[in-house]
């Protein structure tokens, strides 16, 4: 069973199925109903921003192929369930929705709790939390935003803390492996390093900020612990960490315990310059990425991103 950074495929289901009630043609849980139940990738392409449609109509037969293959392995939401053996089991309250494995032992609860329709604009809020047990409770806020185009409800952004833009080239460059869409990546893995860094300080506020990047992944069979924090996939090791064609280099400056505050410095340099980036990236304690297209280690003195 993946913990709550599993929740994204899950609560997307979740949403349309509280919402099925509800549904008729041309409507945002209609929408979301279809995207969660599809079998085979065309029925999701559809509810993706015409840019992205754009986009993957200007690939080759080939790339398109192969982008298919990676979203359907992102999105195709029932398969996904099955895999993991979990079931969904709605509670009499209509809001709520346990998910429980297959033997019925009960994992995490699901609950919307706001949704909002505006003319075109359709947003909703959803609170996931993993109940491993009774003493370790996590609990997560999502959001799913979508838009009327062309006739069809598209979903426009999804995600935790800061929402993934479904109309930005970063969310095709999750798939698509060229030098630029690679950078995409590359800042996206930053953001997510900066937001679990900042969570594993929270969570451990002895340790503070941890001396390596590799602390913050771990098998998840175990428990969490400062050495297996599990907020990052099992095998992102190493210092460099290799990930989206990038070497990312993590220096602990001062951990920020005792009420001192807490320092490091990511950089992020292409494995081939020019072939799997474009640009060297940097990050540290402020969160603020910043970039240079020259053949160097970025540093706090390069621009913003």
């Excluded at 995207?35 to 754009?54: R, S």
């Excluded at 929705?97 to 075109?120: A, C, H, P, Q, R």
């Excluded at 190493?238 to 001192?260: C, S, T, W």
């Amino acid at each position: 069973m993946k913990t709550i950074r599993y929740w994204p495929h899950v609560v997307i289901f979740v949403f349309c199925s509280c919402m099925a009630g509800w549904s008729q043609a041309s409507t945002p849980e209609a929408a979301l109903e279809e995207i969660a139940t599809a079998t085979k990738v065309g029925d999701i392409e559809k509810h993706f921003p015409a840019k992205i449609l754009k986009m993957i109509d200007d690939l080759s037969p080939k790339e398109k192929t192969e982008l298919r293959q990676e979203l359907a392995k992102e999105f195709l939401i029932g398969e996904h369930l099955k895999q993991e053996g979990l079931q969904l089991r709605k509670t009499g309250d209509g809001h709520t929705w346990e998910v429980v494995k297959d033997d019925g032992d009960l994992k995490g609860t699901i609950v919307v709790k706001k949704s909002f329709v505006s003319g075109i604009d359709a947003l909703v809020i959803l609170q996931a939390t993993d109940r491993k047990n009774e003493d370790k409770d996590r609990s997560m806020s999502f959001t799913i935003s979508m838009s009327l185009e062309d006739g069809e409800w598209r979903v426009t952004g999804f995600g935790e803390f800061r929402e993934l833009d479904f109309e930005s080239e970063e969310f095709l460059g999750r798939f698509r492996p060229n030098p630029r869409n690679a950078d995409a990546g590359a800042a996206s893995f930053l953001r997510t390093l900066t937001t679990d860094l900042i969570t594993y300080a929270s969570t451990y506020p002895t340790v503070g900020f941890p001396a390596s990047i590799e602390v913050l992944s771990g098998e998840q069979s175990s428990e969490s612990s400062p050495d297996h924090a599990k907020l990052l996939p099992p095998g992102v090791t190493g210092n460099p960490v290799i990930r989206e064609g990038f070497e990312f280099h993590y220096q602990l400056i001062d951990a920020g315990v005792n009420g001192k505050e807490g320092k490091y410095r990511i950089t992020a340099r292409p494995v081939e310059f020019g072939k799997s980036g474009t640009m060297n990236l940097f990050i540290d304690e402020s969160a603020v990425i910043r970039f240079t297209k020259e053949n160097r280690e970025a540093n706090e003195n390069d621009p913003p991103l």
